[in-house]
Structures are given as C-alpha cells and as structure tokens.
C-alpha cells in the first residue's frame, strides 16, 4: 500500500457516517441557514443533535472533563460579574452562548469526534462542495444569492471571499499532506483564481513559514522570513494583486477619510481600535462572552463613525473582525492569557514535531493545518466561536492535550 494513501500512518478509528454528515453540514451549511433566519443557529442545533445521539448511544457513560467543567463555570461567573459592572441589554442570546459553550466542552471533548474532524473524507466532500457551488455561482447560480437576499458578496456557500478562504483552505491544506495532491492543487487553482482574497494570501503565507519553521527551525526561519516576505510583495506587484496591494496601503495610510483606503484594511484597524476601548472603558474586565457590540458598545472603535457614515451600517461589531479582538474584548485581561495560551499550544506544537511527521503522519497534519488556522482567525480574520473553522481548532487542542508528544 502507499504510505501516501488517504488513510495513512497506524489503525484509524472507523468515522460514524452520521458524525460525519453532521460535520460536513456544519462546514458547508452554516452560512445559508444564517443569512436565512438572520441568526448563527445552525452550530448550535449541529451541536445539540451530536449531544442527543452521545446521550442516546452512550447515556451515563459520558465521561466530562473536570478542568473544562472548571473553565466554564469560570467563563459563567466572568458574565455575571461583567454584566454587574457593564450592564447592557440583556437577552436570550447571552444566556445562549453559554448554554453552547457547555455543550461545545462536553461533545467536541471526544475522540471520536476529534477523529471525524481529522477524516480526510470530511475534507475532501468540503473541497468539492465547496468548488461546485463556487463553479455554479460564477455561472450566476449561487445557492447563497438565491436564499439569503442580504449578504454584500455572494460566493458559492459563503457570503464572503475571506469567508470561503477560512472554510475551505484548512481543508485543501490538509488534502495535500495526506496525499490528495491533485486534487488539492486543482481546488486550490479555482479557489485563488475565482475566489481570491487578501485572507486567502495570508493563509498561504502563514502556512509557508510555520512548514518552513518545522523545516528548518526558528534559527533559519529568521532569515528566511524577510526573503518570503519580499517575494510575496514581488509577486503581488508582478500579478497584479490590486487589491492586496489596497488592504495593505490601506492599514499603512489609514485617515479620516474611509474612502482613502481599502475597507477591509479599516475594519481590520478597527478591531485594534475596538479591542483598546473595551479594555480601557472596562478597566480591563470585559463585558463577557459574546457581549461585545451589545447596546452603547456598539459605538466604540475609532473607525466606527467613518464605517456608519460610508456605509450606512457598523461592521463587524459583535466579533471585532479577529478572534483576538473579540476575546480581549469580551474578557479583558482574562483575554489576553486565553490568546497566549492558544499561542502557546501552537508554538509548543510546532517544536515538537518532525517535517517527516508532517508528511507521513495524519495526526500531525491535522495539527499542522489547525495551527495555520488557528493563527489566522485569531489575528487576521475571524467570526467568533461558533463556527466549523473555530470549532475544528478548539477540538484539536482538546484532543492534543491527551497525547503527550503532540502538545
């Protein structure tokens, strides 16, 4: 057999067929159902159905993890205490979020489940669809255009271009470890060729180096960081990347005047913007999980009277634009070692393993592609937490906390 096979390095626990639908809907469906009933349910209700099925087939036998009973009661009384002190609004949503958080710790906690995430059929079904619709929008048939009426952009599954970037090239990433070369090249092509976006070129550049630390260590990647970095501003001029060259000058030459510079560029900033006014206007507790944006928040941001004056609505109030943004935001100082923790586990990931590993090893791999990601949503794009791309990391450092060599 060839060691490059889908199913590759020592015995794989068989994924459920039904775990894995559930997991393929919640990457592909997520944003449909979204833009349909105006609201993120559809993580919530995935989530909830893999509960159900854990209690029916397992009932008693559901082991809970006590530090992530701990965290959460911590998380719990973090709301409270930041509602105490920075009242807004109070609805079902809130209580919501963390009725979810319970049952993300208790059902992506598992195995089996970090085992389905990691099936690279998952990921491939994920390409594919993720190609089709994409072909078929571009034909003027795009299943998001037809359902949900208010997105601002409209690209296959996703309503956004950085969207489609964060869902779908983890997946293709991934693909390309475990052999599926073809077919990864082939729906990388289509993807940057018709769905290009600034997240999309960040990715790339990301994964390149964290493959280039694993490569060659810390010592040589110093060198070569600047080299990649040159030829990534080279080519974007050589191919005429005029967009990535507007986010880029747009963060750099960002004024009063919004219409000066790209508005991802700006939205971007604001994030920054919006992270430091929650810190300072809370004296660094936060407002809790999921409470950002709620009431006069929504107002804070530097940006944020330049973004309603052009466009006539907020952007990206409620997530802050990156994961970082919104769990410094949320939880104030507490924040700050949430996000050095995930850093942590990336960076103490990385050093352990082998570039061999990497190839031959569909555990690392998986690893290898979370940490990309993982970097991505927390400093570059993000949508929160309840979403397939999130989840999919949080179950990896679950699961990476059980085998010693990988954390």
């Not at 919006?274 to 999980?289: A, F, K, Q």
Request: contains cysteine.
């Amino acid at each position: 057999m060839n060691m490059l096979d889908i199913y590759r390095k020592g015995p794989r626990p068989k994924t459920s067929p039904t775990l894995l639908t559930i997991l393929l809907s919640l990457a592909i469906c997520s944003q449909i159902i979204e833009k349909i009933v105006g609201f993120n349910i559809y993580p919530m209700a995935s989530s909830l159905v893999i509960l159900s099925l854990l209690l029916v087939f397992k009932g008693l036998y559901i082991r809970l993890n006590i530090s992530l009973l701990i965290v959460f009661f911590t998380i719990s009384s973090h709301f409270i205490i930041a509602y105490v002190f920075n009242p807004c609004d109070f609805n079902f949503k809130y209580t919501f979020s963390l009725f979810l958080l319970l049952v993300v710790f208790i059902v992506y906690d598992r195995e089996d489940v970090f085992y389905a995430f990691s099936d690279p059929l998952l990921h491939y079904l994920i390409v594919g669809l993720t190609v089709f619709f994409l072909i078929l929008s571009l034909l003027g048939y795009s299943i998001i255009d037809l359902l949900a009426y208010k997105t601002r952009s409209k690209i296959g599954l996703y309503s956004e271009y950085s969207h489609l970037a964060i869902f779908s090239l983890p997946s293709v990433l991934y693909l390309f470890f475990v052999g599926k070369r073809l077919y990864s090249i082939v729906s990388f092509t289509i993807i940057m060729g018709f769905g290009f976006s600034s997240t999309a070129f960040v990715f790339c550049f990301i994964a390149a180096n964290l493959l280039m630390y694993v490569r060659f260590g810390f010592f040589l990647l110093s060198f070569s960081l600047p080299l990649v970095t040159l030829i990534v501003v080279f080519m974007a001029f050589a191919l005429g990347m005029q967009d990535t060259i507007a986010r880029v000058t747009g963060i750099i030459e960002a004024g009063s005047n919004i219409q000066d510079s790209a508005l991802s560029s700006i939205v971007w900033l604001n994030g920054w913007s919006m992270l430091y006014d929650y810190l300072v206007n809370t004296n660094g507790l936060g407002v809790g999980i999921n409470r950002m944006g709620c009431g006069a928040f929504s107002e804070y941001g530097s940006y944020t009277k330049d973004i309603v004056r052009f466009l006539g609505m907020p952007l990206n109030v409620s997530d802050g634009s990156f994961v970082s943004s919104k769990i410094i935001s949320e939880f104030g100082i507490l924040g700050f070692i949430i996000v050095a923790f995930f850093l942590l586990k990336v960076r103490n990931f990385l050093s352990k393993i082998t570039f061999t590993e990497l190839i031959y090893d569909n555990t690392v791999s998986f690893g290898f592609v979370c940490c990309t990601s993982i970097l991505v949503l927390l400093f570059i794009r993000g949508m929160g937490y309840f979403n397939f791309p999130f989840i999919m990391c949080i179950c990896w450092m679950f699961f990476s906390r059980k085998v010693k060599r990988v954390t």
